[in-house]
């Protein structure tokens, strides 16, 4: 690269600095934007993907409720219960069961029973209301994971989420009263549910776990449930769920379940972040836009004030490419240099919109946080190369004669 | 011998909304290997497009322009652009050098074109001596030097492809006489060591340096 364009860019940058940093600055700021907002977004992509991974691989079915089923649990009864008046017909029976866990096999479908309830945990504590599952005891280790203690094995044993635990000072061995005045009794707390986030089939952050026979003897349900979950280990999902669906809405005119495939779901929430991601980043894209413009100006500037210089290259020898060259030089270091210092304190700008929105910024230094900077690093370079063209092949078909008259 | 530039009937018309203009008309002529010329005539008789046409910048409405026995209406423009670079030294009445290169570069500029990268500086050393620039001066700016010695790093930039023909526009004209006279005696030099040298001017004082004169009036040559 030690052409004597080369040299002339770096001199005519060098003789005309504050110009030249102006113009970098704007390539800066462009590139910060670009790849601070891409950063933020792929990190928030990053996070809500580490809430949601452990919901994936299910088919959850619920009974269908006439608008698409409602995959973060149908509602209930209230606390009292739920198996009377017109949300009796909005419960799976145990024949709908055992028809999806046929369908389902080899994978495993788990008959889920829900409603909120009133409770009080320990001696004078306040009166709540949480939500509470009813789950057959062989299928809770396939489907939850304890931080602490052990699956309760017995009828008058519980779980409870991390979130319900630690708001409620609750450990191994606590006891909950369940119903007002502890009318259904007290459960004994044998493990502590790991954090699960968001979750489509249950969840249970905030909620007791029960076994499937103590919630149907308390609740008086017999054989009917609000959702069945099918973990799917082998083979897809979308192949499940559409198993189930051709069994049980063979109508479409008369639905009778509504099936959720999380991974579908997860992939709309994965979408819906990349637009949301791309959105921001396009915001961010306009000031390079603006910083684009601004090179242009600073090119146009730069060809009138060296038309004089143009045409003594041009009549001595230089050919139309040589002097394109020597523009575009000029563009190049302004896009490369601005864009890397950019790049930089896009990381900066990162770490600190991270720390901020996102209250993290363990997703700062992954692999797709980094790719909106080389993205905004090479966009910087492209738009000052593009803005820089015009401008430069002006100046190489500047016509000599007129060139070495311009004064 | 083949003549170092031929025109033959050549006229140059600028087409202006007033009206076509003829710079030159029907125009005929030869320049040997080894001349010294002086172009002269009263401003608009035509010089200037004659020496833009002679350094190939221009082309012809008609007739024919041979440099070196090659035609200019064949060549394309990055032909044109090798040839003025390779045969043709250009010295201007404001000597135009590159402000932000030094002496040396200045110089090398040709060379570097040709070969892509940088030159050693050798033979620009050789032929600032040739052009009597002190040495002290070869790392300096244009915008360090006089306008003397500015126009001897010109002439040194012109000579050093060793080109086949110097085409010199008005060279002393902003000189005072004394370095005027100075740059005449080295072009009257490197004319007796070969070089074919064309010098339009205005000015009789340089026409004594020179061997022949063409005298141009309205696009004609007179004399």
């Given at each position: 690269m030690s052409t004597i364009f080369w040299e002339i860019s770096k001199r005519n940058i060098r003789l005309h600095l504050l110009r030249s940093s102006l113009a970098m600055l704007g390539i800066v700021i462009g590139v910060v934007a670009i790849a601070a907002m891409g950063i933020l977004g792929s990190s928030m992509v990053l996070m809500v993907s580490d809430t949601l991974s452990s919901v994936g691989d299910s088919v959850i079915v619920t009974p269908y409720s006439g608008g698409g089923g409602n995959p973060m649990g149908p509602s209930d009864g209230g606390p009292s219960g739920g198996?009377?008046?017109?949300?009796?017909?909005?419960k799976l029976t145990d024949q709908d069961f055992q028809k999806i866990k046929r369908i389902a096999a080899p994978n495993v479908a788990i008959p889920v029973l829900q409603t909120a309830e009133h409770m009080r945990v320990g001696v004078g504590s306040e009166d709540i209301v949480a939500t509470m599952y009813g789950l057959p005891p062989e299928d809770v280790p396939g489907l939850l994971i304890l931080s602490a203690g052990g699956y309760n094995s017995g009828e008058s044993g519980c779980l409870v989420g991390s979130t319900f635990a630690d708001d409620h000072n609750i450990n191994v061995g606590s006891r909950i009263s369940i119903g007002i005045n502890g009318e259904k009794g007290t459960l004994r707390v044998t493990g502590i549910i790991e954090e699960r986030g968001m979750s489509f089939d249950v969840s249970t952050d905030n909620a007791v776990v029960v076994t499937k026979d103590w919630f149907e003897t308390t609740y008086d349900?017999?054989?009917?449930?609000?959702q069945v979950v099918v973990k799917v280990k082998s083979g897809d999902t979308a192949d499940v769920k559409t198993a189930i669906e051709n069994q049980f809405n063979r109508n479409p005119r008369q639905k009778t379940v509504s099936v959720t495939d999380s991974n579908e779901l997860l992939a709309t929430i994965y979408e819906t972040f990349g637009t949301i991601t791309t959105f921001v980043t396009a915001i961010g894209g306009i000031s390079m836009i603006v910083a684009g413009v601004s090179i242009f100006n600073i090119m146009m500037m730069s060809v009138t004030e060296r038309i004089k210089e143009i045409g003594i290259m041009r009549s001595i020898g230089t050919r139309k490419y040589g002097v394109m060259r020597m523009f575009l030089y000029e563009a190049a270091i302004i896009g490369v240099v601005g864009s890397v210092i950019g790049g930089v304190l896009s990381l900066v700008a990162g770490y600190a919109m991270s720390a901020f929105m996102l209250q993290t910024t363990k997703y700062l230094f992954t692999v797709s946080s980094m790719i909106p900077v080389v993205e905004g690093i090479l966009f910087g370079i492209v738009v000052c190369l593009a803005c820089g063209f015009y401008p430069a092949w002006q100046a190489a078909n500047l016509n000599p004669i007129d060139a070495l008259r311009h004064e | 011998m083949q003549p170092v530039i031929q025109f033959s009937d050549v006229t140059k018309i600028y087409p202006l909304r007033a009206g076509d203009v003829t710079a030159l008309d029907h125009i005929s002529f030869e320049v040997e290997r080894g001349e010294f010329i002086a172009v002269m005539g009263p401003s608009g008789s035509g010089k200037s497009t004659l020496l833009n046409l002679m350094g190939c910048l221009d082309t012809p409405t008609s007739g024919d322009i041979f440099i070196g026995g090659s035609r200019v209406r064949d060549m394309s423009d990055d032909q044109l652009t090798d040839l003025r670079r390779d045969r043709i030294g250009f010295i201007f009445q404001y000597f135009?050098?590159?402000?932000?290169?030094n002496v040396i570069e200045n110089v090398n500029f040709p060379l570097m074109l040709k070969s892509g990268t940088v030159v050693d500086p050798k033979k620009a050393l050789e032929v600032l001596r040739a052009v009597q620039l002190e040495e002290e001066l070869y790392t300096h700016t244009s915008l360090e030097l006089s306008g003397g010695q500015q126009q001897r790093v010109a002439i040194a930039r012109a000579l050093i492809n060793n080109p086949d023909i110097l085409l010199c526009d008005e060279p002393t004209g902003n000189l005072d006489s004394r370095t005027g006279k100075s740059i005449m005696q080295l072009m009257t030099d490197l004319n007796k060591k070969g070089s074919t040298i064309i010098v339009i001017t205005h000015d009789p004082m340089v026409a004594e340096y020179t061997k022949r004169t063409i005298r141009i009036e309205d696009g004609r040559i007179a004399s």
């Open positions: 198996s009377s008046g017109t949300m009796t017909s909005m349900r017999n054989d009917e449930y609000d | 135009n050098l590159f402000p932000l290169l």
